[in-house]
């Protein structure tokens, strides 16, 4: 009779012993123990930036030669030009910044006005450069950057006034005019060192110059549509 006991007794004790550990597998692991995941860091814009861009210049040019007429050898034509500036994310999506740039432009064009058979007077205009100094303030999602700018812009550019007929005489001029420019862009970074842009600006000048002797206002405005890579520092 003893052997029966102690066949009894030992699956009795096998069967608590599983018991008590499959509802221990079951038992919620502690706070310390489970792995919490971390959210994917952010993109910080902070820090100094330099590139290089091309794009498309359409400059309005209106030279009032006369009471009577307003000439308009409106320019346009491409441009390559270098930009650098600074970001600053102080927290948050918003970001600031200050950017200078400048940009060698071959964009040209011309208008004639005819007083046959006495004459044909025709203007030529050239933008050779432009430039800019601009603020900019920014929202940013994550990589992606969509800004607004404003600031001071410059202009250089050459006019000329040729008269064929009775009488034949050709005048140029041009110069340099400082103004005010307003623009947007948006820019996506790439990498944590480059980032491509698409940029658009505004820009108005007031100016004068001298045509075949003769005193000329002239005003331009331009639209810019660039297309840029960065790098940043």
Do not use: C
């Not at 959210?39 to 210049?57: E, H, I, K, R, S």
């Not at 040209?108 to 933008?127: H, K, L, R, T, V």
């Amino acid at each position: 009779m003893l052997f029966p006991r102690l066949a009894l007794l030992t699956v009795s004790t096998l069967t608590i012993t599983t018991s008590a550990a499959l509802a221990g597998s079951n038992l919620p692991t502690s706070p310390d123990a489970q792995v919490v995941s971390s959210a994917p860091a952010v993109f910080d814009w902070n820090g100094f930036y330099a590139g290089a861009q091309f794009g498309y210049l359409d400059t309005d040019v209106d030279l009032d030669v006369s009471p009577q007429f307003t000439a308009r050898p409106d320019a346009d034509g491409g441009e390559l030009g270098i930009f650098a500036g600074y970001n600053w994310q102080p927290g948050g999506p918003w970001v600031y910044g200050i950017e200078a740039e400048y940009n060698s432009s071959n964009a040209d064009g011309s208008d004639s006005q005819s007083f046959a058979p006495i004459a044909n007077i025709d203007y030529d205009a050239e933008i050779n450069s432009t430039a800019a100094i601009r603020g900019r303030v920014g929202f940013a999602a994550d990589r992606t950057l969509l800004y607004l700018s404003a600031g001071w812009a410059y202009v250089d550019y050459d006019v000329e006034q040729k008269i064929t007929g009775i009488v034949n005489s050709t005048g140029s001029g041009g110069g340099s005019e400082g103004g005010w420019t307003l623009g947007a862009g948006l820019e996506y970074a790439f990498s944590e060192q480059w980032v491509g842009r698409v940029d658009y600006r505004y820009s108005d000048f007031d100016g004068s110059t001298s045509l075949d002797g003769t005193k000329t206002d002239v005003d331009l405005s331009s639209h810019q549509i660039r297309f840029g890579i960065a790098m940043r520092f």
